[in-house]
């Protein structure tokens, strides 16, 4: 594996996105949503302020998860649609640095619109007198990590499946991975063994995306200690990293006809 | 030339795909084998659906084989080592469109393993000799067809490789485009590269091949010199002919001329021995000929003819 491969095919991936329209327009609509929020919170008389954070922050998270599926799916597919992929492969360079080097530089776009995103929420919150705190750079990681975790989810779709299935299994599973702890829950309360075990499978396989969400803490500026940031980030880390290996290895059997 | 290395083996490769979602698969491949030495210009040629841009794909490592093996410089083709000396152009080929000509150089460069400290001179000497150099900043979307082709040339040389896989390299190009890429060709294999090139066209496989493959339905049909299956091929001549008597016509057609045509104007296919006299009776009975245009049996009759020839 060729650290210098894998940086070369990222570093084409950002520059694409960078050169690439639409993506400002999903920007420009997520910096408007956070805006909105200051709007909406003067609609209320009581914790204006939090109902501003509560609404940018959702912004962030939801705008982040879209611009990653919506990149994302389209990852494998758009290098064999327009054939690109025949003169890359052709190079002495493997499947997996190929695979890596797409995800590094989608993660790294994403990445950097959530910067964005967050310096808007940065500038509304002070604009409106809305604190700002460690909960929040903890929300900001975590949903960084949650969001690398979906363009994996979504490289590993796009390696095998149209762009629209793609979608289909990666919104679904990123919604799912939003209710596992619920799905526990209500299996372990129904007594009923078989669907115990299913609802506890669910929840070991399935991605616990919760995990990630500190929006609440960060709203209401909670204490967030260094477990509660460091647990999901190494989760975050092992689950990617699996999901990575399972995307390389059907990368590898795929024929490009 | 037969003492020179081999570059390219390739051993009873199949190559089987499923068509849609069952369980039925169709063969594509049926356990081709061929050689390729260094230094030669190999012509794979065959009609087109025979397998020879899935073959090349086998090579470039994009297709899993269903059985047999192949090998570049001994190396098998499933490894990535196997491509660090070889240049690749894809029939029809698309790039980034983001990137200009420079930067889709300076990438594949890159990805390719070429030194730093030698991209910047790689490319340079690249976008001239493929005639880019003042287009070199543009973006790839403002590019034609033709110089897309040569952007394809040169990101398969931009790593100096040992031996560069064309498929199809004159596809789109208009007459001195095509005539470019054939004295590159002839540059490289002087300068000791080896070039396998897929092509249906005979005359770039007469004018440049050193040794050919012909692939007919997946199966290796021939593999030797081209001179052999070509100087064998029966050639004709069709003549477009006005103002032809009828008289005239039935005569032609007593000498095996084939006629196609309304009123005066008449298409008239001839053996190529026969063309003197054909103009001769044309000549004297005062018809005018339009054109006269030589050309060899089409590539499926001339591999058919091959075939029976060998039985």
């Known amino acids: 594996m060729s650290a210098g491969v894998v940086i070369a095919i990222a570093h084409n991936t950002v520059r694409e996105a960078v050169r690439n329209k639409i993506l400002y327009a999903l920007l420009f609509f997520a910096v408007l949503m956070i805006g909105s929020g200051a709007v909406v919170s003067e609609l209320s008389y009581v914790e204006n302020q939090r109902i501003l954070q509560d609404v940018g922050l959702a912004a962030i998270r939801l705008f982040g998860v879209a611009i990653a599926i919506f990149i994302g799916i389209q990852l494998v597919y758009r290098e064999v649609d327009r054939r690109t992929v025949y003169t890359i492969l052709s190079k002495p360079i493997s499947r997996a640095e190929f695979l890596l080097g797409k995800f590094a530089g989608l993660t790294l776009t994403i990445w950097m619109q959530m910067v964005l995103m967050g310096a808007a929420f940065a500038a509304v919150s002070l604009a409106a007198g809305a604190p700002l705190g460690w909960p929040h750079l903890a929300f900001g990681l975590l949903i960084g990590a949650e969001l690398a975790l979906v363009v994996a989810l979504s490289t590993l779709f796009s390696a095998f499946t149209t762009p629209m299935l793609a979608a289909f299994f990666t919104t679904g599973t990123w919604v799912l991975g939003q209710l596992t702890r619920e799905l526990r829950d209500i299996g372990a309360a129904s007594h009923v063994p078989s669907l115990q075990l299913a609802t506890d499978a669910a929840f070991r396989v399935l991605p616990d995306l919760q995990s990630f969400d500190l929006a609440t803490e960060a709203a209401h500026l909670l204490p967030v200690t260094a477990s509660d940031l460091m647990l999901p980030l190494i989760y975050g880390l092992g689950y990617t990293t699996l999901v990575l290996i399972a995307a390389v290895a059907i990368f590898e059997r795929r024929d490009f006809r | ?311």
């Open chain 2, 1 to 311: 030339m037969s003492e020179c290395p081999e570059v390219v083996a390739v051993d009873g490769i199949v190559k089987d795909f499923r068509p849609g979602f069952g369980l039925r698969t169709k063969r594509v491949l049926h356990g081709i084998s061929f050689r390729v030495r260094q230094g030669e210009i190999f012509g794979f040629v065959g009609p087109n659906g025979a397998g020879k841009t899935t073959t090349l794909k086998v090579l470039m490592g994009l297709i899993r084989p269903t059985a047999g093996r192949a090998s570049i410089f001994g190396r098998d083709v499933g490894e990535t080592g196997a491509r660090r000396h070889v240049g690749f152009l894809p029939e029809n080929p698309y790039f980034y469109e983001h990137l200009s000509g420079r930067e889709i150089l300076h990438f594949y460069a890159k990805v390719s393993g070429v030194p730093a400290r030698d991209r910047r001179r790689r490319v340079d000497l690249l976008l001239d000799w493929v005639g880019l150099s003042s287009a070199a900043e543009a973006r790839i979307r403002t590019y034609s067809k033709g110089m897309q082709q040569r952007v394809g040339i040169a990101q398969a040389l931009v790593h100096d490789p040992q031996v560069v896989f064309l498929d199809e390299p004159m596809s789109g190009l208009d007459p001195i485009g095509r005539k470019e890429i054939r004295d590159l060709i002839l540059r490289l294999r002087s300068e000791g590269k080896t070039v396998f090139m897929n092509t249906h066209i005979l005359t770039d496989v007469e004018m440049l091949c050193d040794r050919v493959a012909i692939l007919v339905g997946g199966r290796i049909r021939y593999e030797g010199s081209p001179h052999e299956v070509l100087e064998g091929s029966e050639r004709e001549t069709d003549l477009v002919v006005d103002r032809l008597d009828p008289e005239t016509a039935a005569l032609l057609e007593q000498r095996g001329a084939t006629l196609r045509g309304q009123g005066s104007r008449f298409e008239i296919r001839v053996a190529e021995k026969a063309v003197q006299e054909v103009l001769g009776l044309l000549v004297e009975s005062r018809a005018e000929v339009l054109s006269v245009t030589p050309h060899r049996a089409s590539l499926e009759q001339l591999f058919l003819s091959t075939v029976e020839g060998s039985r």
